[in-house]
Structures are given as structure tokens and as C-alpha cells.
């Protein structure tokens, strides 16, 4: 499943010049997660993550390839206790998948489905006194960070472990690396880029489903599958002779 590793691979490029911290997942670590939407007033709020117009970017990438060796939480730039002010904000998240070959309908499907659970997760983690707004078309994650968690000693490693530990809810899924980004470094920019693109091949693995033509000269999708390598083999499975592109 190497759809996305050529945005994986830009990605790991566009991280700004910060030395990471490095966490290893540990379940027992994972911050309180309430279960449902919380609202946190202004007054309550120390500050927002992409406040004040910043940046905030979210994006996540399947693959069954090498960049992820194991559950880890990755940290460039100020912790949450550590800001005092609205930050840029980037969140990444590379999962890694097994099983999933990704050839043929059956396994094309699998492997949609698979694709859509993990994008699942990122509506159903609530940490406590960490308010997420997202918006799938802008790629944009915000949150309010409160107060209160402040005090507490929120952080991106045990915020990380609550997102990983729903991750692993789901079988597919064999390892997460998850990073958090506040540096103003970043190419936050390109990110968001990224982030569409990746948007753009999920959704072609739609409508790949959905079962469109198979003239590849006049599919609307043309532009992504020339894009990314692995689209066409993975629409046409190993049946060459049906391959008109
Ligand atoms: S492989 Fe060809 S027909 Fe299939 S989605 Fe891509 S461009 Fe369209």
C-alpha cells in the first residue's frame, strides 16, 4: 500500500529545522478523552493551536512501507505547556496498514474501508480541554487548549497517546507515527498541499469503487492516477489487457 509514501517522503522534508522530541506510545500515558464534543469558552481558553490565523494543518497517509517503525509521538517545536500564545499547528499522522495488497476489487475495497476508518479517528478523540475544530475541505485542525489542561500538564505525548490508542482500536492497523508541529519553520504551506493531495487520492479510490469507466484518456481522475504511481496498477489489478492509459 504505497500510494502515499511520495508524500510521506515530502512531508518528512517540510518539517522546519527544530530537533524532534521523540515519545514511544504508552497507553497508560494517554490524556483523559471525554467522549464527546466539549466546549471550551474564550475565557477558559490559555490559547488556540492555528489561532489568531495561524496555520493549522491536519493530514493523515496509509502505508504498509518503512516509515514507521513502531507507536511514537513526535514533538517539533513548543509543547503545550510551553506556549503562551496562539502557535501554528500541523498534525500528522502516517499509519501503518497490514494485509492490505490493495489489488483486485475485493482488496481495493478492503482497502478503501480501511482508509476510511483510520480517517474516522480524527473525529472521535476528545481529549480533555483540548477543543478540535476541523474542516475536511481546508484541511484545517484548530484547538482551543484550555486552561485548566494547561495547569494540568497537557502535552502533545499524552494527547498523542489518546489519538494512537483509538488508532489501535482498529486490526488494520499494525503502528502510528503521529507528529505535532509548532514550529514556525514548518513549510505549512506545502502541507496543506500535501494534504489535499492526499484528500485527491482517497477519493479517487471512491470513485475507483464506485465502479467508473475504464478509459483511463477520459477519466476526470486522470491527473491524480498520472500523479501517483500505483493508481492505475491498483484499478486495473493485475488484468493488463482491461489498461487503457
Ligand atoms: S486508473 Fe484510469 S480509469 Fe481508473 S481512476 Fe485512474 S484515470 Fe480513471
Given amino acids: 500500500m504505497e500510494l502515499y509514501n511520495s508524500i510521506i517522503e515530502k512531508v518528512n522534508n517540510e518539517l522546519g529545522s527544530v530537533e524532534p522530541k521523540r515519545y514511544i506510545y504508552n497507553e497508560a ?52 505547556i510551553e506556549l503562551n500564545g496562539s502557535s501554528s499547528f500541523a498534525r500528522i499522522a502516517f499509519v501503518k496498514v497490514n494485509e492490505l495488497e490493495g489489488e483486485g476489487d475485493e482488496d481495493t475495497e478492503k482497502l478503501f474501508r480501511a482508509i476510511q476508518d483510520i480517517d474516522f479517528v480524527k473525529y472521535h478523540v476528545y481529549p480533555k480541554g483540548y477543543m478540535i475544530r476541523s474542516s475536511s475541505d481546508s484541511f484545517r485542525e484548530q484547538v482551543r487548549v484550555s486552561k485548566d489542561a494547561v495547569a494540568k500538564g497537557i502535552s502533545f505525548e499524552r494527547v498523542g ?22 514550529a514556525d519553520d514548518a513549510d505549512f504551506v506545502e502541507l496543506k498541499k500535501d494534504a489535499k493531495k492526499a484528500q485527491d487520492i482517497t477519493k479517487a479510490l471512491s470513485k475507483i469503487l464506485e465502479g467508473m469507466a475504464t478509459d483511463c484518456h477520459t477519466c476526470t481522475l486522470k491527473p491524480i492516477c498520472d500523479e501517483v504511481e500505483g493508481m492505475k496498477e491498483l484499478h486495473f489489478g493485475k488484468n493488463k489487457s482491461e489498461f487503457q492509459g
Fill in 161 to 182: 497517546a489518546a489519538y494512537i490508542k483509538q488508532y489501535k482500536k482498529n486490526p488494520a492497523i499494525e503502528a502510528v507515527k503521529l507528529i505535532f508541529v509548532t
Fill in 29 to 80: 500515558n494517554a490524556w483523559e478523552d471525554v467522549g464527546a464534543n466539549q466546549l471550551i469558552m474564550l475565557k477558559e481558553s490559555a490559547y488556540e493551536l492555528g489561532g489568531d490565523n495561524k496555520p493549522a494543518v491536519h493530514l493523515s497517509m496509509v502505508t504498509s512501507g518503512n516509515y514507521v517503525d513502531g507507536d511514537e509521538i513526535i514533538v517539533i517545536g513548543k509543547d503545550l
